[in-house]
């Protein structure tokens, strides 16, 4: 790979013509890491505009939204003394976002990918358009953008006119922890409003930076759940008295899903040493939210690295349209806006997502059922104490509504400008939808955690695994053990952020 795509030593990411990876966007986002041009994407994009303009001095043929109207109104010719006009006038009238302000992590990686999608050099923008989206990257100057208002076909119009609003001086901005107008912030900071060439505000709005905004979160977060739902079905299996066969190599050497053989390494190698898991066994054989662990998280594994392979793609594409192909002098409208790639990636995550969840609320199910030696409920008193008895309640709610959620999206249309786009992906309800279901994963997993490290002290003086009982140490630090009922809500909340602060991840990688 290209030097230009490496951290630089100062710091400062450098965004170049092949493309980020993964991991860099989660750097950049995370770090909150300043980015730059490198020299190959600051020549590509100077040499994309400067073919443009000199395309329009030469000719006055229709290039879509160029010196044309747009969707529906392609055939309209637009005079060139109100091209600038156009571009502004479209940005305006497409901010048509509704509902809830999108997370500022989302937006912080919308802007990046925004800036890595004109690097390539095939929009035909002005360095100073490029540059301004990147000095609001690096003051974290992020507009405010609403989730609802995308249909995921010409990309992601509604939320990438509200990204890009502020470059006009418009709409509203988040700075230094306040909501203020972005004119206000612009002149605190000595910026000027821009004034938008020819196709820069189609460039600005087409490509999928909402939706793969999401999609690239999305995948990073849940590469982390997927270990972390191993480390604590690790616990429950211990607490509930499990058997390790189900985990034999030979077992899984016969099915030869990737996913299903690194789980069940991980449960051995999670439980290797376990005193609990050595001893001699009364029952034949678990529930399958214990035997299956393996076929459940693997499947679940296999599926998020399908995504991510999706999202890598995307993360290396040219999204909006026209594409200028200044060294073939060519300008084609064609759809690489178009979210379907996204929108069935982001359906498979989230349905993904919520298996995991499913299968920890039965498992926590078992572990409060009274069953192999544990009490009632996990409490000392069942019936004068209710115990656990709701938390299971709680996560069973949060897994129904995933069921409900875990609908793909991608498999609806309807038809918009006038027939125009008349075949649409939904892509940004799916991100949005996946936001929503991997948020109660990590709730209903941090409640299995929170019953599991309960159930595993009925088991003492018997111990677990070394990766455990660490993990159950640590937990106690936040969460305590429940002799008599209180208020559960507050220790739910305290093993949420436990589960969300990454205090767990020093055992996930096992």
């Not at 770090?31 to 994309?48: E, F, M, T, Y």
């Not at 999108?102 to 095939?122: C, E, S, T, W, Y």
């Not at 990073?220 to 034999?248: C, Q, T, V, Y």
């Not at 997502?353 to 409060?368: F, V």
């Amino acid at each position: 790979m290209p030097s230009s795509t490496h951290k630089a030593s100062t710091g400062t990411h450098p965004i170049g013509t092949v493309g980020i990876k993964l991991e860099e966007l989660d750097v950049i986002v995370s770090q909150r890491r300043p980015i730059a041009l490198a020299k190959d994407a600051l020549a590509a994009v100077k040499r994309s505009h400067a073919y443009l303009r000199d395309r329009l001095r030469k000719s006055d043929a229709p290039i879509y939204g160029v010196n044309t109207g747009f969707g529906s109104l392609h055939d309209r010719s637009i005079a060139r003394k109100d091209l600038a006009q156009l571009q502004r006038n479209l940005v305006m009238s497409h901010a048509c976002g509704s509902g809830d302000p999108v997370p500022a992590d989302i937006v912080r990686a919308m802007l990046v990918l925004k800036v890595q999608n004109m690097a390539f050099g095939h929009s035909a923008v002005a360095l100073t358009t490029v540059q301004r989206l990147i000095d609001m990257h690096n003051a974290d100057v992020l507009p405010v953008v609403y989730e609802r208002g995308s249909l995921g076909a010409s990309g992601d119009l509604a939320p990438l006119a509200h990204l890009c609003l502020p470059l006009l001086g418009l709409g509203e901005v988040l700075w230094k922890g306040r909501r203020m107008a972005s004119a206000t912030a612009l002149k605190a900071l000595g910026w000027k409003p821009l004034e938008l060439g020819p196709k820069e505000g189609l460039a600005l709005l087409n490509g999928t930076q909402f939706m793969n905004g999401y999609a690239a979160l999305l995948t990073l977060k849940m590469a982390r759940l997927a270990d972390l739902a191993d480390l604590i079905a690790a616990m429950s299996l211990d607490a509930f008295d499990g058997r390790m066969e189900p985990f034999h190599p030979s077992v899984h050497a016969v099915r030869p899903h990737p996913g299903q053989a690194v789980v069940a390494a991980r449960m051995r190698r999670l439980l290797e040493g376990s005193g609990l898991a050595g001893r001699r066994k009364h029952h034949v054989q678990d529930p399958y939210s214990f035997r299956c662990i393996p076929q459940v998280h693997g499947a679940s594994r296999d599926a998020l690295a399908y995504v991510e392979r999706v999202v890598e793609r995307e993360l290396e594409a040219v999204t909006d349209n026209p594409t200028v192909f200044d060294d073939e002098d060519l300008i084609v409208s064609a759809g690489n806006f178009h979210g379907q790639p996204l929108a069935l990636a982001l359906d498979f995550l989230a349905i993904a997502a919520a298996e995991l969840g499913s299968i920890s609320e039965r498992r926590l199910y078992k572990l409060i059922s009274g069953q192999r030696g544990l009490p009632a409920f996990l409490v000392a008193e069942p019936g004068l104490n209710s115990g656990f008895m709701i938390p299971q309640y709680t996560a069973a709610s949060l897994v129904s509504a995933n069921k409900q959620r875990a609908m793909p999206n991608s498999v609806d249309s309807i038809d918009s400008s006038n027939g125009q786009e008349d075949h649409v992906s939904m892509g940004a309800a799916a991100a949005i939808k996946a936001w929503d279901v991997v948020q109660d994963v990590e709730r209903i997993l941090a409640i299995e955690l929170f019953a599991a490290a309960q159930a595993l002290e009925f088991r003492r003086p018997a111990r677990s695994s070394g990766p455990v009982e660490s993990l159950l140490a640590a937990f106690r630090k936040q969460v305590p053990f429940l002799k008599v009922d209180g208020v559960m809500h507050k220790h739910m909340e305290a093993a949420l952020a436990f589960v969300r602060s990454g205090a767990a991840d020093r055992w996930t990688s096992i």
